[in-house]
């Protein structure tokens, strides 16, 4: 059986994505940035753990103890529990990689574990892809040639 030959307009599309994949491995971060974001997934972790959309006290114990009071971490004043002060969107944003890294590693440490930032990483490059192939997609509904389509997504 002959190999099918990919028409041109396809091949921009996969050289797209091949572009993209590509620049998100070479740029990929090796290391987790501390602050922020270890806040928010502290509260994705409380979520998958325990089903509650919280800081779990012991977090926000080393919060108040090292950083400067509601600087990441906010106390209710009714209930005395503590949350994220970035908001829930964000964490449930976290919960795809960090269920993945539950489910194949077993556990799902506290703060920035070493193989999160390849889950974290895989998920980034998975997103990019989905967002350039609908921006391909979208440019080529609006009757652009497949190269023009090719350049908007990549710039």
């Given at each position: ?22 620049m ?6 090796r ?7 270890v ?65 194949i590693?077993?556990d ?48």
């Open positions: 059986m002959p190999l099918k030959i990919v028409a041109w307009r396809e091949r921009w599309f996969w050289g797209i994505l091949a572009f993209v994949a590509t998100g491995v070479v740029f990929m971060p290391e987790m940035y501390p602050g922020d974001p806040t928010v997934r502290e509260e994705t972790r409380a979520i998958l753990l325990h089903g509650e959309l919280v800081v779990e006290p012991f977090v926000a114990k080393h919060y108040a103890e090292t950083q400067e009071k509601g600087q990441y971490v906010v106390e209710h004043p009714t209930n005395g529990r503590s949350y994220s002060k970035y908001g829930s969107m964000l964490a449930f944003a976290y919960i795809l990689p960090m269920a993945a890294e539950w489910f590693e077993g799902l440490p506290a703060f920035a574990s070493p193989r999160r930032v390849i889950y974290l990483n895989a998920f980034n490059i998975l997103m990019s892809l989905l967002i350039a192939a609908s921006l391909y997609r979208t440019a080529r509904r609006f009757d652009a040639a497949p190269w023009v389509a090719a350049v908007f997504v990549g710039l």
